[in-house]
């Protein structure tokens, strides 16, 4: 029988790992083979779905498979596994399509984190081009400071 801290430490476990898989993600594959789909989310929106929200399905397939397998098929670890994965991703769905690109109403958030992850990812969207980027994470996010000399940095690369 599983234990309760056991379940929490998979959970949060899985949370964590989400960020550094969106990340790696974000970087490699939705700004590298994948630009086709993501090139959406860096173009005006025309409507209220773009190709980019595809990557949610894809996403949340593994989440629906590791529940599914936790509560039917006998392995039990990974319901909490699948559960910090869907709490990730309605966490970047809060935060991203809510608070960044106000996609639907949300409430303000005054936090100092969150102003901050706010600032990395519309510094993200400074470049509309699959290169040339910065900032692919959610949670970790580096301050605008920062961002904006790696942003005049690569400028200077490409100029």
């Known amino acids: 029988m599983q234990t309760i801290a056991i379940d929490i430490a ?3 476990g899985a949370f964590a790992f989400m960020e550094g898989f969106a990340w790696f993600t974000h970087k490699y594959v939705m700004h590298g083979f994948m630009w086709v789909w993501h090139r959406s989310h860096h173009e005006p929106r025309a409507a209220m779905f773009e190709l980019n929200d ?3 399905v894809v996403f949340a397939a593994p989440a629906i498979v590791a529940i599914w397998f936790g509560t039917n098929g006998g392995i039990p670890w990974l319901l909490p596994i699948g559960l910090g994965i869907t709490a990730y991703g309605l966490m970047y769905f809060l935060f ?3 608070l960044v690109h106000r ?3 949300m409430w303000g958030v005054h936090s100092p ?3 901050r992850a706010i600032q990395a990812h519309r510094l993200h969207h400074a470049v509309h081009t699959k290169a040339g980027a910065v900032s692919f994470g959610f ?3 580096p301050t605008a400071r920062r961002l904006k000399a790696q942003l005049a940095e690569i400028a200077r690369d490409e100029g």
């Open 96 to 98: 991203h399509d809510g």
């Open 139 to 141: 949670l970790v996010a």
């Open 113 to 115: 984190i969150w102003k």
């Open 54 to 56: 595809l990557f949610a």
């Open 103 to 105: 996609r639907f109403p």
């Open 10 to 12: 998979l959970f949060l």
